[in-house]
């Protein structure tokens, strides 16, 4: 069996491709705005008043995945010593890197979060349950924070909050060092946020929370770069919200497989 790496095709077109290395430069990007920002369609050509992000960090350990021996004397012993509760034991499927392998799994869940702890039963060939020497644990997933979608429509909300208030204040109370301080949060800036979404296929079982074999990636980004491409064709996510929030999202229905 052979596998090709798959390249997605770029979306910009060759002139455009020519001049990408230079939107890393800021005059650059501050003249490709300036334009629409001339016929109104833009209400500035300063990348800083459009929403940009901080990268999201690491906020906590999610989930955790260990080999047991025993996933009824494991669930017990967390159950009794740890407090954790007994969410789903899922039917013995197929071990997602080894072919001949099988593997149960059993979600614990705390009292504040839901299936934190994994145990998974493994099984050779034969049917004998093995544990990997030296190495018991078999995922481990962080939580990020920051750049949610709920994150996103509160700071937005917030942020036009203040600058409206501000906007309403008297002259003499616009210079106190007070106001100034709110003057830094204070933003009418708009968003449109596209949601993309990976669906999960009908052959995928929970599996899918810890498989990431380079065949499963290649599929998951491939199906991220189809939805990408096919949301760029509608031009409403990329035109000027005229919302009173100031957000518009957009989410699409289908998983895009083209």
Same mark, same amino acid.
């Given at each position: ?9 770029s ?7 020519k ?8 005059w650059?990007?501050e ?13 500035? @050509?300063?990348? =800083? +008043?459009?929403?940009? &992000?901080?990268?999201?960090?690491? !906020?906590?350990? %999610? ?10 004397r ?10 954790l ?42 049917g ?18 920051? @750049?949610?979608? =709920? +994150?996103?429509l509160? &700071?937005?909300?917030?942020?036009r !909050?203040?600058? %409206? ?9 616009q ?12 933003s ?23 498989e ?5 990636m ?39 497989r083209?």
């Amino acid at each position: 069996m052979t596998t090709a790496s798959y390249v997605p095709p770029s979306v910009l077109p060759p002139l455009a491709q020519k001049f990408a290395p230079l939107l890393k430069r800021k005059w650059f990007r501050e003249l490709v705005l300036a334009p629409p920002t001339l016929t109104g369609r833009r209400f500035s @050509n300063k990348t =800083e +008043d459009y929403g940009v &992000f901080m990268p999201s960090r690491v !906020a906590r350990i %999610a989930q955790v995945s260990i080999y047991v021996q025993d996933i009824a004397r494991s669930r017990r012993w967390y159950e009794k010593l740890a407090g954790l509760r007994h969410s789903r034991t899922c039917e013995e499927e197929a071990h997602p890197f080894k072919e001949g392998w099988r593997i149960r799994c059993c979600y614990m869940s705390a009292a504040q979060h839901e299936e934190c702890l994994v145990l998974v039963e493994e099984r050779d060939p034969d049917g004998s349950v093995t544990v990997p020497s030296g190495m018991s644990f078999f995922h481990t997933a962080f939580e990020l924070q920051g @750049n949610r979608l =709920e +994150d996103t429509l509160a &700071f937005a909300a917030q942020a036009r !909050a203040i600058d %409206a208030l501000l906007r309403e204040l008297p002259e003499d109370l616009q210079r106190s060092d007070e106001v100034q301080v709110l003057k830094t949060v204070a933003s009418r800036k708009v968003y449109n946020i596209v949601q993309l979404i990976y669906r999960a296929q009908n052959y995928e079982g929970h599996s899918k929370d810890y498989e990431f074999s380079r065949l499963s990636m290649r599929d998951h980004w491939r199906a991220g770069y189809h939805d990408a491409v096919r949301t760029l064709r509608h031009p409403e996510v990329l035109a000027r919200p005229m919302s009173l929030e100031g957000v518009l999202t957009f989410d699409l229905e289908r998983d895009g497989r083209e």
